[in-house]
């Protein structure tokens, strides 16, 4: 069947009309199988958004499954499905969540390419903070940078929804997430939008304070320490930006790379810092830290490192973050780990110099450990 699609983000749309609108498509899928597919690696607010809806469907007779392709790669993300005991499936194809007769997309506004074979299953819904380079296609499309995190329009959803108890344990697990979801993706609410700060009263009072704490305690890694250690000895700094290559990082620790942009981009004497590695022997992956105004995250990475045969950005981010991912290909089994790693490094100078207008032969050379090449 062929529905409307609805598009929420319109401002002359209040809470209260978004939020039906929402309902009203997703009764559309009552008795049927939704999968809430997680875009890369599932971090808090996509998680806590998944787990709200999840619970609005289930009000409205949907089946759901929450499922994921990526690794749970940062040890915060790991504890949070712990010990909320979130039901989360990773699967490497659609097909292994069974018969599914719609996707819905939250925390993102287009489909991880990993699942390969979602084509011919519609888009029931999308719900997300992330700015779009086209407008997204689905019954229902809830897209707003007004807010800094989708945990807040979920929240919203809920109010009007399916109102959250704190008598009720699965609605203060709910709510903790939502929690932890708003202060992650805004820092600690230091770049929390008005609709973060409304969405993070109405659940303070539901969330569970101590696990909430658990959550929250923000320890560093061994393997982080290693590699921040290895992002402050190749540090390279032109003017107020700089950046740092790290090597050969394994799937498992790939968030510590941006573990160490978030350390570097505290340095005094720059606003826009970028780090980079090699993921798993598959990938070039950075992440992109900034205090800059000037600096926008998703244009700024598009620019830098440009598209693949889809025309899809490597690319992508919101105000102060962002990250690309470039497939590495037939390079990935080169034997000589010290050339591969001489050839990304290049690779990925030259690029970042070009886009700061510099002169990217000084990327040839990369600099000894400990080295801090600055120049004017």
């Known amino acids: 069947m062929n529905e409307p699609a609805r598009r929420l983000a319109s401002v002359s749309h209040g809470p209260e009309y978004r939020a039906r609108a929402f309902e009203e498509v997703m009764s559309q899928a009552k008795g049927r199988h939704v999968l809430i597919a997680l875009r890369g ?4 607010d996509g998680i806590a958004s998944a787990m709200a809806q999840a619970h609005i469907a289930a009000r409205l007779g949907v089946h759901t499954t929450i499922g994921y392709c990526h690794d749970l790669s940062h040890r915060e993300n790991r504890a949070l499905v712990k010990l909320l005991g979130v039901e989360l499936r990773k699967i490497k194809s659609v097909k292994e969540a069974g018969p599914i007769d719609f996707i819905s997309l939250v925390d993102a506004h287009d489909l991880d390419p990993e699942y390969g074979d979602a084509g011919n299953i519609e888009i029931l819904s999308i719900v997300d903070h992330h700015r779009a380079s086209a407008p997204p296609k689905a019954r229902c499309v809830d897209l707003r940078q007004d807010v800094g995190a989708t945990a807040a329009i979920f929240v919203e959803y809920l109010e009007a929804l399916a109102p959250l108890d704190a008598d009720v344990e699965e609605d203060r697990r709910i709510a903790t997430a939502l929690m932890h979801g708003l202060s992650t993706d805004t820092d600690d609410f230091m770049l929390a939008r008005a609709a973060d700060f409304r969405a993070a009263a109405a659940v303070a009072e539901v969330c569970d304070r101590d696990l909430l704490a658990d959550l929250s305690r923000r320890l560093i890694a061994p393997n982080a320490m290693d590699v921040i250690a290895r992002a402050l000895a ?16 394994s799937d498992a620790d790939r968030d510590t790379i941006a573990q160490a942009a978030d350390f570097l981009v505290r340095r005094e004497d720059i606003d826009t810092v970028v780090v980079y590695g090699v993921v798993g022997d598959r990938f070039i992956e950075g992440s992109l830290r900034t205090h800059s105004p000037s600096v926008d995250p998703a244009a700024w990475l598009e620019q830098a490192f440009g598209h693949d045969d889809l025309g899809r950005a490597f690319g992508g981010g919101r105000r102060d973050k962002g990250g690309f991912r470039i497939p590495i290909g037939f390079l990935g089994r080169a034997t000589d780990r010290a050339q591969l790693w001489q050839l990304v490094e290049h690779a ?9 207008g510099d002169d990217p032969s000084a990327a040839v050379k990369a600099p000894l450990p400990g080295d801090v090449v600055r120049t004017p």
Request: charged share 15%; aromatic share 6%.
């Open 234 to 249: 190749s540090l390279v700094v032109r003017r107020n930006f700089a950046m740092s290559g790290v090597g050969f990082v």
């Open 41 to 44: 690696h599932p971090d808090p």
């Open 348 to 356: 990925a100078r030259t690029a970042l110099l070009r886009q700061l």
